[in-house]
């Protein structure tokens, strides 16, 4: 099965709590320019191994986090999806958001909603969620795809500005989709 232990499991992936060991995969996902595309920068190993760490730090504070993506087969690491607490100042947090990053190499196989349909599940029959968030650019029309697919609804006047950019960032503008428990 692999040398981590599966928290959740789908027909093809084991989703696993993030170590230190995943360290190295993960910075070469977050350092590639296509991955992060709608993001405002790559980030360095150094900013990758602080953002393993809050990912770690979120699932010793609130009982859950983003989780490493293995394939069965051969557990190789494709990329993350998990849920996260979104505490920026925005009209709809705090909340819990379900996000997601993968490889180029694991694009277009299905794994985004078979991972993040996993997740809805955990959030909302483990955890007791009421709703869970998604959001991204409103360019990022693949994460778009992706909410659309598990199911998540939008509505135009949730859409905003992220606090985090500058105004008038080309990514500024944030869509924002909704899922709760009994929808």
């Known amino acids: 099965m692999g040398k981590f232990e599966?928290?959740?499991q789908t027909d093809r992936l084991l989703l696993v709590n993030?170590?230190?060991?995943?360290?190295?995969?993960?910075?070469?996902?977050?350092?590639?320019a296509k991955v992060m595309e709608f993001f405002p920068a790559t980030q360095s190993r150094d900013e990758s191994a602080a953002f393993l760490a809050r990912i770690m730090a979120h699932r010793e504070q609130h009982g859950y986090s983003l989780f490493a993506l293995h394939l069965k087969q051969d557990d190789k690491f494709v990329g993350f999806t998990g849920l996260l607490r979104a505490e920026f100042s925005a009209h709809f947090t705090p909340a819990?958001?379900?996000?997601?990053?993968?490889?180029?190499?694991?694009?277009?196989?299905?794994?985004?909603?078979e991972a993040a349909r996993a997740c809805l599940t955990y959030g909302f029959e483990t955890l007791a969620l009421?709703?869970?968030?998604?959001?991204?650019?409103?360019?990022?029309?693949r994460s778009i795809r992706v909410m659309e697919k598990i199911g998540m609804q939008h509505d135009t006047a949730d859409d905003f500005d992220h606090p985090h950019l500058a105004a008038g960032h080309w990514l500024c503008r944030h869509v924002l989709y909704r899922k709760r428990r009994f929808s």
Do not use: C, Y
Not at 96 to 113: T, Y
Not at 130 to 141: G, L
């Open 6 to 8: 599966p928290i959740l």
């Open 18 to 32: 993030f170590t230190e060991a995943h360290l190295d995969d993960f910075a070469a996902m977050n350092g590639d």
């Open 96 to 113: 819990v958001e379900i996000g997601w990053r993968f490889p180029k190499f694991a694009w277009g196989q299905g794994l985004g909603p």
């Open 130 to 141: 009421d709703e869970i968030v998604s959001f991204t650019a409103a360019q990022n029309k």
